[in-house]
Nanobody, 123 residues
Framework: LQLVESGGGLVQPGGSLRLSCAAS????????IGWFRQAPGKEREGLSY????????HYADSVKGRFTMSRDNAKNMVALQMMSLNPEDTAVYYC?????????????????WGQGTQVTVSS
Protein backbone atom coordinates (compact mmCIF):
# COMPACT_ATOMS: atom_id res chain seq x y z
CA LEU A 1 0.00 0.00 0.00
CA GLN A 2 1.44 3.34 -1.02
CA LEU A 3 0.24 6.94 -0.99
CA VAL A 4 2.03 9.53 -3.11
CA GLU A 5 1.43 13.25 -2.85
CA SER A 6 2.23 15.76 -5.56
CA GLY A 7 1.58 19.38 -6.42
CA GLY A 8 3.47 21.23 -3.74
CA GLY A 9 5.71 24.20 -4.43
CA LEU A 10 6.30 27.88 -3.86
CA VAL A 11 3.33 30.25 -4.10
CA GLN A 12 2.84 33.90 -3.28
CA PRO A 13 0.50 35.00 -0.52
CA GLY A 14 -3.06 35.01 -1.78
CA GLY A 15 -2.29 32.35 -4.36
CA SER A 16 -3.61 28.84 -4.89
CA LEU A 17 -2.24 25.33 -5.18
CA ARG A 18 -3.77 21.96 -5.87
CA LEU A 19 -2.33 18.90 -4.18
CA SER A 20 -3.02 15.36 -5.33
CA CYS A 21 -2.72 12.03 -3.58
CA ALA A 22 -2.61 8.79 -5.51
CA ALA A 23 -2.98 5.35 -3.96
CA SER A 24 -1.50 2.18 -5.27
CA UNK A 25 -1.97 -1.47 -4.35
CA UNK A 26 -5.25 -0.93 -2.59
CA UNK A 27 -8.59 0.64 -3.23
CA UNK A 28 -9.97 3.42 -1.14
CA UNK A 29 -13.40 1.83 -0.69
CA UNK A 30 -13.13 0.95 2.98
CA UNK A 31 -10.99 3.79 4.28
CA UNK A 32 -10.95 7.36 5.39
CA ILE A 33 -8.56 9.59 3.52
CA GLY A 34 -7.22 12.65 5.27
CA TRP A 35 -4.98 15.59 4.54
CA PHE A 36 -2.54 16.80 7.18
CA ARG A 37 0.30 19.26 7.42
CA GLN A 38 3.29 19.81 9.66
CA ALA A 39 5.19 23.06 9.96
CA PRO A 40 8.68 23.22 11.49
CA GLY A 41 8.51 22.98 15.26
CA LYS A 42 4.78 22.29 15.28
CA GLU A 43 2.63 19.22 15.71
CA ARG A 44 1.03 17.53 12.75
CA GLU A 45 -2.33 19.16 12.05
CA GLY A 46 -5.39 17.54 10.52
CA LEU A 47 -6.92 19.62 7.72
CA SER A 48 -9.68 17.58 6.10
CA TYR A 49 -10.97 14.07 5.65
CA UNK A 50 -13.50 12.13 3.66
CA UNK A 51 -14.89 8.64 3.96
CA UNK A 52 -14.48 6.87 0.70
CA UNK A 53 -17.88 5.20 0.68
CA UNK A 54 -19.76 8.43 0.75
CA UNK A 55 -20.48 11.61 2.59
CA UNK A 56 -19.03 15.06 2.49
CA UNK A 57 -15.55 16.23 3.25
CA HIS A 58 -14.93 17.68 6.71
CA TYR A 59 -12.52 20.49 7.47
CA ALA A 60 -10.54 22.00 10.29
CA ASP A 61 -11.58 25.53 11.21
CA SER A 62 -8.17 26.80 10.13
CA VAL A 63 -8.84 25.93 6.48
CA LYS A 64 -12.63 25.91 6.20
CA GLY A 65 -13.74 28.05 3.29
CA ARG A 66 -10.26 28.14 1.75
CA PHE A 67 -9.46 24.46 1.16
CA THR A 68 -11.60 21.94 -0.71
CA MET A 69 -11.04 18.20 -0.66
CA SER A 70 -12.32 16.04 -3.48
CA ARG A 71 -11.99 12.45 -4.59
CA ASP A 72 -11.92 10.52 -7.83
CA ASN A 73 -12.98 6.96 -7.12
CA ALA A 74 -12.18 5.75 -10.61
CA LYS A 75 -8.60 7.00 -10.40
CA ASN A 76 -8.05 6.19 -6.70
CA MET A 77 -7.03 9.76 -6.11
CA VAL A 78 -7.91 12.61 -3.80
CA ALA A 79 -7.11 16.25 -4.21
CA LEU A 80 -6.83 19.27 -1.98
CA GLN A 81 -7.52 22.60 -3.63
CA MET A 82 -6.01 25.37 -1.55
CA MET A 83 -6.90 29.03 -2.04
CA SER A 84 -6.07 32.32 -0.35
CA LEU A 85 -2.82 30.89 0.94
CA ASN A 86 -0.84 32.80 3.52
CA PRO A 87 2.62 32.30 5.03
CA GLU A 88 1.09 30.42 7.98
CA ASP A 89 0.10 27.68 5.51
CA THR A 90 3.76 26.88 4.87
CA ALA A 91 4.31 23.25 5.84
CA VAL A 92 4.85 19.75 4.57
CA TYR A 93 1.48 18.38 3.47
CA TYR A 94 0.59 14.71 3.80
CA CYS A 95 -2.24 12.49 2.77
CA UNK A 96 -3.03 9.50 4.93
CA UNK A 97 -5.41 6.55 5.08
CA UNK A 98 -7.26 5.26 8.11
CA UNK A 99 -8.77 1.78 8.34
CA UNK A 100 -12.12 3.02 9.57
CA UNK A 101 -14.77 5.34 8.13
CA UNK A 102 -15.07 8.88 9.46
CA UNK A 103 -11.69 8.70 11.20
CA UNK A 104 -11.62 12.42 11.91
CA UNK A 105 -8.67 14.79 12.09
CA UNK A 106 -6.47 13.08 14.66
CA UNK A 107 -3.23 11.88 13.04
CA UNK A 108 -2.97 8.86 15.33
CA UNK A 109 -6.15 7.41 13.77
CA UNK A 110 -4.33 7.05 10.44
CA UNK A 111 -2.22 4.07 9.54
CA UNK A 112 -0.77 4.76 6.11
CA TRP A 113 1.04 7.95 5.15
CA GLY A 114 2.52 9.45 2.05
CA GLN A 115 5.99 10.95 1.98
CA GLY A 116 4.71 14.51 2.03
CA THR A 117 5.01 17.46 -0.31
CA GLN A 118 6.39 20.86 0.65
CA VAL A 119 4.19 23.94 0.33
CA THR A 120 5.88 27.30 0.83
CA VAL A 121 3.91 30.53 0.82
CA SER A 122 6.20 33.49 0.46
CA SER A 123 6.65 36.63 -1.54
Amino acid sequence: LQLVESGGGLVQPGGSLRLSCAASRFTFDDYTIGWFRQAPGKEREGLSYISWRGGMAHYADSVKGRFTMSRDNAKNMVALQMMSLNPEDTAVYYCAAALVPNAGLRPDEYTYWGQGTQVTVSS
